[in-house]
């Protein structure tokens, strides 16, 4: 099976969440079990420096695309990549609509005006370019979120399969319905049941109209997206197709987020010998400047700052930290508001210690030594988080929401039901009871979570019975 993944991030090269872990990992799996894979990625300017920094090399293909765009001709060259799997990454070299400080937004925390175009020209330069690079037309062409989802929009009288997976519903990829004869769309595709809303062309929505199967990353994101409350307007629409929709939970690359092999962190342990789960709890103590006396459970947050993750109610409650007995570090950038809030919170309350920034070692450095790892997400698709945390013995308290609820039961963490103060309050007396009082049942926890299988191996055949079936 030749499979064609069309995203626009993917790790090691750039990732902004969770989109880029997904297709960091899966494909590798899908390599394993045998299949030809290959990703296609933009060559934003963070790629092109992980190149740098993790010593990829790169090599020309020979093979470039030109198209008429918004009234211009761009050229793109496409330059790849083999990793240890076997899986080849093309990277669309286009330093117009690539190289730039943001993959989605500027400096200043805006959008790019030009989104829907740099897309736009990086799907149609992917179609022109496909059978050249994978050496005949792959047997699936797999888009990921907004960025990609032109690529069943365009193909949508093709004979070739076409997937669509939703990441995230809340980024939809809107824009004003111009942008139509501008990327050589036919405007037959602006109907309500393709990608109209509202009078805007959207993106995903067509895509999700257009595609031959489409999934989300977990089961229970797959039923709340019929609905109202977590369907972003498009619940009708999505319930309308809904006999093409699956989920498909995301597992986690194992190479990566290990305590026995992880790189980044204090020690290595492993569920059956977890004494360098304490040494990576005491340095992690120590760089975030926190003491906490036996019995006190420390806690932690890794996650972008925006209001789909509850970072609100965690800086809500945590001037009750002195009172449960539990010190918090922060690890997340995002909205300026609440980045501006944890700074403050961290240089008021001694039990606090928050860090505005973006760096994966200290991510696994801070999953590695905390005890309780906090996501009172409002809505979660999958969330890889939880599994990164029960991966190394951090117990996950989290609203049972979308993947949280697929993932946490109460063998492995605690779950509440209201994504509010009350609900995360509720939950953490919990956990900082049996954290205290009952050591021998808080160790079951975390070796129950730490035995469990979150790896990819289930989810990517899964993925190949999806192809297989079209
Ligand atoms: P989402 O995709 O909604 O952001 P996920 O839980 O699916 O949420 O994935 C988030 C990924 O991004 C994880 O790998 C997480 O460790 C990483 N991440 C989020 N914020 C940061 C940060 N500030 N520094 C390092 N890694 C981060």
Redesign the pocket.
Known sequence: MKIAHITSEAAPWC?????G?VLGALPGAQARDGAQVAVFLPLHRAARQAAKKHNLTLSTTGVSATSRIAGHDVTGHFLSHTDSNGVTTFLLDCQRFFDRDGLYTGSDGRSYADNGVRYAFFCQAVLQAVSALMGGAPDVLHAHDWQAALIPIYLRHAPVPTVITI??LAYQGMFHKDLIPAIGLDWEVFSPSCAEFHDHLGLLKGGIACANAVTTVSPTYAREITTETFGHGLHEFIRHNARRLTGIINGIDESEWSPEVDPHIAQNFSATDLSGKWACREALQAEFGLRLKPGEPLLAV???FAS??GLDIIADIAPELESMGAGLVV???GESALEKRFAWLSSRFRRVSARI????P??HRITAGADMFLMPSRFE?????QL?AMAAGTIPVVNAVGGLADTVDDQVGFRFGHANVDGLRWALHQAIGRYRYDPSGWNRLMVTGMRRDFSWRQPARQYMRLYQSL
């Open positions: 990732k902004s969440g969770g989109l872990d990441h995230n890794v996650s972008r789909q993750k690890l997340g950038t920034d973006f760096d994966v200290l991510a698709p999958c969330g890889l988080n990164y």
